[in-house]
């Protein structure tokens, strides 16, 4: 790994976030601001589009993402072909299923959107955890193999296998906006759902956009207020996926963290704390992101050392005994993009 620049470091860099939670646009210099809420997030988009009805296209686009995709609204096409009601694909599940699988293919089996019975019986789907979750009678229903696209349908080798596009669709729906804002005329904008960014061209100084990586201790909550690096960009996509914010702690005091290892059933814990990857897009950056996660430490690390091309930044916790807060792994692509 000799070609990495790595780094170990200990303590936190504060930021002082400017409150982002208006609904609506104002105007600054000749860039447009809007503020709201998108996926059950918050929305941020700053652009030079002179277009004044940009949050009211990404409400119609939040409406039909979550029609479509969301896993949490029990009358959504992803839920009814879930539960067997239709086979029917739309564009935005066809698009995730089939990049979803080039994933797969990558990871060597460590990322699969056919995880939901696992991600559902540990309680990170909307449904408490099963105090002791049958894994291998689950495992049974998880494999992208078990599904197929056939003339716009989902064939299913059983009809208890179920999707889950939680680990791409934010980050699809980013491109989505991103492509609606710049249909509006916008030549330089940053289109960012709950962290995942798209952008293109340069801020209103004039500089490429700066986007931050938070800090992965446990339960940060804080929107930017602790942050680790920052990325310049001037076009493509960032994500970043973690297990510091969504986890419990068993009654045995294990700590069970949402990335679900669709190879073994388990939570994948590692010393891998945050991956954070910039990509031409962000459905890609997402599920990149959440493939790191889910193969663990020592497996991502020997990934990124065979696909130096992959900007990517983790964040691990500290070697036993060490006094730093965090260890660094950053790849020569993601190291030419920081600050």
């Known amino acids: 790994m000799n070609f990495w620049y790595k780094k170990t470091h200990k303590g936190l860099i504060a930021l002082l976030a400017g409150a982002m939670l208006s ?9 447009r601001v809007v503020n709201g809420a ?9 652009s030079d589009s002179p277009c004044d009805t940009l ?5 119609a686009l939040d409406r039909e993402a979550k029609a ?22 739309d564009r935005h ?30 309680g990170f789907a909307g449904r408490s955890a099963e105090q002791q979750p049958n894994i291998d009678s689950l495992l049974a229903f998880v494999g992208m193999e078990k599904i197929r696209i056939e003339g716009g349908r989902l064939i299913k080798s059983d009809s208890r296998v179920a999707l889950d596009l939680n680990s791409i669709a934010k980050g699809y729906t980013v491109d989505l906006l991103a492509d609606y804002v710049e249909q509006t005329g916008a030549e330089n904008y940053l289109v960012d759902i709950g962290g995942e960014v798209r952008c293109k061209g340069r801020n209103r100084q ?50 069970i963290a949402h990335t679900i290892d669709p190879r073994t059933g388990r939570s994948q814990l590692s010393r891998l704390l945050s991956t954070t990857v910039v990509a031409p897009t962000c459905a890609e950056a997402d599920a990149i992101c959440t493939m790191l996660l889910a193969m663990g430490d020592e497996a991502a690390c020997r990934f990124l050392e065979a696909h130096p091309e ?5 964040i691990l916790a500290a070697d036993e005994g060490s006094e730093n807060e965090f260890d660094e792994v950053i790849t020569p692509a993601m190291q030419a993009l920081m600050m």
């Open 23 to 31: 609904v609506g646009c104002t105007t600054e210099s000749e860039y």
């Open 38 to 46: 998108m996926l059950g997030t918050r929305l941020h988009i700053i």
């Open 55 to 59: 949050y009211r296209g990404a409400m």
């Open 68 to 89: 479509s995709m969301s896993i949490f609204d029990e009358q959504s096409l992803l839920n009814r072909i879930n539960r067997g009601e239709t086979d029917s694909l």
């Open 93 to 122: 599940i066809t698009y995730n299923i089939c990049l979803a699988d080039s994933i797969h293919r990558l990871s060597g089996g460590a990322y699969d959107i056919t995880v939901k019975p696992l991600v559902e019986a540990w």
């Open 206 to 255: 004039g500089n490429p956009w700066r986007i931050g990586v938070e800090s992965p201790y446990d339960g940060n909550m804080t929107d930017g207020e602790y942050i680790e690096r920052r990325i310049a960009l001037t076009a493509g996509a960032m994500a970043t996926s973690g297990n510091y914010r969504r986890f419990y702690l068993d009654q045995k005091g294990n700590k």
């Open 310 to 314: 992959v900007a990517a930044y983790l």
